[in-house]
C-alpha cells in the first residue's frame, strides 16, 4: 500500500514549518525507523493513510470553516466504503472532519493563548461493518502565534511613594507588564518600558521597567502627589507593535527639613487671680510646615518672672503649647507677668541639620485680672486644745480673716450652727474671739469641730470658711465604780480565805498614765469577822472569807461596801455595795440552792396532781385581787350635816412614839392644856379655837427646861390631798393598801429609836450585815 500526500495550497509556503514538525510526531503516523543492529526479520511496514497538516494559525476570522487538511487511506477507492473518524481534543467541538473524503476544519476560533495544540486521533474503518482497516494514530495539532496581544500591567494604578529631597536615581518602585504571546517564537512578547507623562521629575528603565527619580531635591511642601504614566510596548518597541499604559501615583514622603517658628513674637494673655492651680491661660503654636512626627513640638519656659508661677505643657497632639497656672494668683500682690518660651522639634533628621536650628522663640505676657475675693484667714485650720473644767465665757482662740482686695473691707465672724449644733460655743462677730458657753464634758464630747465663717461686710456674698479642731482635755471628775454584778455567793462549806468574788472598777476619766484603782473595806465593815479584801494593786480585788462554817439558817444575805479611789488629783472615790449570799453547794463548789428553805417537788408528782395545785393557786389568786378590788372602790365618807361638829383626836404620849398605837385620845374640847372657848360660832371661831391651842402648846415647851434647845417649825399651808406632800391627817388611813417602808427610821438618829423599834425595823437580835 503506498502514500501519498496531498497539500493545500495555503500551505505550501510552510511547508519548511511542517517538516519540522513532522520530526515531532509520533511513530504511530511516521512508521519506526529500522535500527543499525536490527534483526533482519523487522521490516518497515508501509502506512496505509497519514495525515496532510499539522499546524494552523490563530486567530482565524475567515466566514467559512478554516481548512487544516486531509485523512486517506490507501484502501479508499473512492466508492465511499471507507469511513474516516477523528477523535480527542476538540473533535467534534473545534474540529470536524469529513467522513467520507478524509478533510479536516476547524469550526472555531483558534486562540493560542488559550491553548497551544491539540492532541487527535484518526482512524480509518468499513462503512459496513465499522470494522477498523487500519490502526488507530495519534497526531497534533499546534497553534502557530500571531502578534495580538498587548502587554498588560496586571496590578495597575500603582501607588508609591518616596522620601522628598531624594537624590536623582532613587529608585520608587518597580514595574513590570505582562504580555501573554509566545515568547519564543519572533518578537511578539518582547516588552520595552517608556515614560508618557511624569518627566521631568521621574524616569524608567526601558528594560527593566524601574521608576526612578529624575529631578533632585523636590519639596513636599511645594508639591506633594505626582501622576506618572508608563507605556510597555512589544515587538521590540518597533513599528507596528502593541502597547498598554499604566498609572503610578506617586507621593512624595515628609521629611524634617523645615523649621518651627512662631506665628506670633509677642502673645498677650489675662486670667483672674481666682483661678485655681492648674488653670489654663492660653496656647501658643510654634508652626512647622512638616508633618507628622517631624512637626511635634516640645516647649519650655527657658527665662521670665512667671517660670515658677505658671508652666507649660504639650497638647494630646504634640502640637500645641498650654500654659497652666502652677501656684495660686494674687493681683494685689503681683499684677503681670513675663514669659520667654521656646518650642522645639522632638524628631531630627541628621540629613538636614544643616537647614537648623529646629526651634524658636517667643514672648508672653500675662495678665493677672483683680477680682472680689472672700476674706482670708491667716491659718488654714485651727487646733485648740481646752480642758474640761473650762469656764463658761472661756476665750478658746481668736481667729482672724481679713480682705485680701485692695477695699480691705470688714469682716464680720459667726459659726455654722450644723458644725455646732448644741451651742457650746459662740464667736464674737467683730473681733473673732471664740468662747465657751456651756460646760464642756470629754466623756460625753471629747472633739468639737466648729466651722467659723468669715465675711465681706459690704458683699455678704463673698464668705470663706476655715476649720476649728477643740480638742477636750481630761480632767479627773469621775469617781471609779465596781464594773459587772454587784452580787456573789458563799457555800455554806467554805473555808475561812476562800476567794468569793473579784472585782474590778471602771472610770470614764482617761489620765495620762493610765488607770490606777486603790480598793478597801468601807470603815463601818473594815473589822467585820466575815469578809475581808485585798488589794492585787492592778486594778483588781479579792474578796475572802475570814472563816468557816457558813449556814443559810443563821443568815442568808451579806451586805459589803466596798470603798475605791483613783489615782489622780483630785481623788475621787465611791462605794459600792456587794451582796453576798449563802448558798448551799456541791464538793466541786457549784450552787445548788441559795434559799433558806428550798423545796423540790417528789419526782414522782403525778401530771394530775400538779395540774391541781396549779388550779389551786390560780383561784387563790382569784380571790385575792377581787378581795382588793372591792376594797380600792370603796366610797370615802361624808358629812351629811354641815353643822356636825368633827373633832380630830389629840393623842397623848408619855412617851416618845406611839403614836396611833396609843389608845388614850381625848376630844380637844376637853383638853387641861388649852383654855376653851365656844367652838359653835362657825368657822372664825374655829380658827380662834386651833390658834390658841397651837400657842399653849408653844408656850409649855419654852418653859419646858427639859425640851431640846432649839424650835421646831412646822408649815402647813399647803396640806392636804391635793398638795405634793398629800394629807397629814391619821383620818382613813386604813383605807391605803400601800405597805409603808420605814427603814429609813433608822437614818434619824437615837432620838427615833424607840419609833424604830416598834414598827419592827430594827431587831435588837438581828445578825450584822457583814
Known amino acids: 500500500m503506498g502514500d501519498r500526500l496531498h497539500f493545500p495550497a495555503v500551505a505550501s509556503a510552510l511547508l519548511p514549518v511542517a517538516l519540522c514538525i513532522l520530526a515531532l510526531l509520533p511513530h504511530g503516523l511516521l512508521g519506526k525507523p529500522e535500527s543499525a543492529g536490527s534483526s533482519a526479520l523487522l521490516q518497515r511496514v508501509k502506512r496505509g493513510w497519514v495525515w496532510n497538516q499539522f499546524f494552523v494559525l490563530e486567530e482565524y476570522t475567515g466566514l467559512e470553516p478554516l481548512y487544516i487538511g486531509k485523512l486517506h487511506s490507501d484502501m479508499d477507492k473512492g466508492d465511499g466504503s471507507i469511513k474516516y473518524i477523528l477523535t480527542g481534543e476538540g473533535a467534534g467541538t473545534t474540529f470536524t472532519i469529513d467522513d467520507s473524503t478524509g478533510d479536516i476544519h476547524a469550526i472555531q476560533r483558534l486562540d493560542r493563548e488559550v491553548k497551544a495544540q491539540y492532541a487527535l486521533r484518526a482512524q480509518a474503518l468499513n462503512r459496513l461493518t465499522d470494522r477498523p482497516l487500519e490502526p488507530e494514530s495519534e497526531f497534533i495539532v499546534k497553534i502557530q502565534d500571531i502578534n495580538d496581544n498587548e502587554p498588560r500591567f496586571l496590578d495597575g494604578p500603582y501607588q508609591a511613594s518616596v522620601p522628598e ?191 537648623g536650628p529646629f526651634k524658636d522663640v517667643t514672648i508672653v505676657h500675662v495678665s493677672v485680672e483683680d477680682v472680689d475675693e472672700p476674706p482670708l484667714f491667716d491659718s488654714v485650720a485651727y487646733f485648740i486644745e481646752l480642758s474640761e473644767d473650762a469656764e463658761i465665757g472661756t476665750v478658746v482662740k481668736t481667729v482672724s480673716a481679713r480682705d485680701p482686695d485692695a477695699a480691705n473691707n470688714t469682716v464680720r465672724y459667726s459659726i455654722e450652727r450644723s458644725s455646732d449644733p448644741d451651742k457650746f460655743f459662740y464667736i464674737e462677730i467683730t473681733s473673732g474671739s471664740l468662747m465657751t458657753v456651756r460646760s464642756l464634758d470629754r466623756e460625753e464630747i471629747g472633739w468639737h469641730n466648729i466651722t467659723v465663717l468669715a465675711m465681706e461686710m459690704n458683699n455678704p456674698t463673698q464668705i470663706s470658711s476655715v476649720s476649728v479642731a477643740v480638742r477636750v482635755l481630761d480632767v479627773n471628775d469621775n469617781p471609779p465604780s465596781l464594773t459587772h454584778y454587784l452580787e456573789g455567793y458563799v457555800c455554806e462549806n467554805a473555808k475561812a480565805g476562800q476567794l468569793i468574788q473579784t472585782v474590778t472598777a471602771v472610770d470614764p476619766d482617761e489620765p495620762l498614765g493610765g488607770q490606777h484603782f486603790y480598793y478597801s473595806l468601807a470603815p463601818e465593815a473594815a473589822n467585820n469577822p466575815n469578809f475581808t479584801l485585798r488589794d492585787n494593786q492592778d486594778n483588781t480585788a479579792w474578796i475572802l472569807t475570814r472563816r468557816g462554817g457558813w449556814a443559810q439558817q443563821d443568815q442568808t444575805v451579806f451586805y459589803l461596801p466596798i470603798f475605791v479611789s483613783d489615782g489622780e488629783q483630785p481623788v475621787q472615790t465611791s462605794t459600792s455595795t456587794l451582796t453576798i449570799r449563802v448558798c448551799s453547794c456541791d464538793h466541786e463548789g457549784n450552787v445548788l440552792s441559795c434559799n433558806a428553805e428550798a423545796y423540790s417537788l417528789p419526782a414522782s408528782l403525778s401530771r394530775g396532781a400538779l395540774i391541781a395545785i396549779l388550779a389551786c393557786i390560780f383561784v387563790l389568786l382569784v380571790m385575792i385581787l377581787l378581795m382588793l378590788s372591792l376594797r380600792t372602790h370603796r366610797k370615802k365618807p361624808y358629812l351629811c350635816d354641815e353643822e356636825e ?126
Open 165 to 355: 529631597m531624594s537624590n536623582i536615581g532613587t529608585a520608587v518602585i518597580q514595574l513590570t507588564a505582562t504580555d501573554a504571546d509566545d515568547p519564543t517564537y519572533g518578537n511578539s512578547a518582547r516588552v520595552v518600558y517608556s515614560i508618557l507623562e511624569g518627566q521631568p521629575y521621574f524616569s524608567v528603565d526601558a528594560k527593566t521597567g524601574m521608576v526612578r527619580v529624575s529631578l533632585a531635591d523636590m519639596d513636599r511642601e511645594t508639591r506633594e502627589n505626582y501622576t506618572v504614566v508608563i507605556q510597555a510596548k512589544d515587538m521590540g518597541g518597533q513599528l507596528g507593535g502593541l502597547a498598554g499604559t499604566t498609572t503610578v501615583n506617586i507621593r512624595l514622603g515628609d521629611v524634617n527639613d523645615n523649621p518651627p517658628m512662631f506665628d506670633q513674637r509677642l502673645y498677650q494673655m489675662s486670667i483672674p487671680e481666682s483661678a485655681p492651680v492648674g488653670s489654663v491661660v492660653g496656647r501658643i503654636w510654634a508652626k512647622d510646615r512638616d508633618i507628622g512626627v517631624n512637626a511635634e513640638m516640645k516647649y519650655s519656659i527657658i527665662d521670665g518672672d512667671g517660670r515658677d508661677t505658671f508652666e507649660i505643657s504639650t497638647d494630646p497632639t504634640n502640637l500645641f503649647g498650654i500654659i497652666t497656672v502652677k501656684r495660686p494668683l494674687n493681683f494685689e500682690s503681683k499684677p503681670s507677668y513675663t514669659l520667654k518660651v521656646e518650642g522645639a522639634n522632638t524628631k531630627l533628621d541628621p540629613a538636614f541639620r544643616h537647614r
Open 645 to 770: 361638829n368633827v373633832h380630830e383626836n389629840i393623842v397623848r404620849y408619855d412617851d416618845e412614839g406611839g403614836g396611833e398605837e396609843d389608845t388614850e385620845a381625848f376630844d380637844i374640847s376637853l383638853s387641861r392644856y388649852v383654855p376653851q372657848v365656844c367652838v359653835m360660832g362657825g368657822g372664825s371661831g374655829g380658827d380662834s379655837n386651833v390658834h390658841g391651842y397651837v400657842l399653849a402648846k408653844l408656850l409649855d415647851a419654852d418653859m419646858d427646861p427639859c425640851a431640846p434647845p432649839y424650835d421646831s417649825l412646822q408649815t402647813y399651808a399647803y396640806e392636804g390631798e391635793g398638795s405634793v406632800a398629800e394629807s397629814l391627817s391619821s383620818l382613813q388611813s386604813g383605807t391605803s393598801n400601800t405597805d409603808h417602808e420605814y427603814d429609813y427610821l433608822n437614818d434619824w438618829g437615837p432620838r427615833f429609836k424607840k419609833l424604830a423599834e416598834m414598827y419592827g425595823v430594827l431587831e435588837t437580835n438581828a445578825p450584822p450585815m457583814w
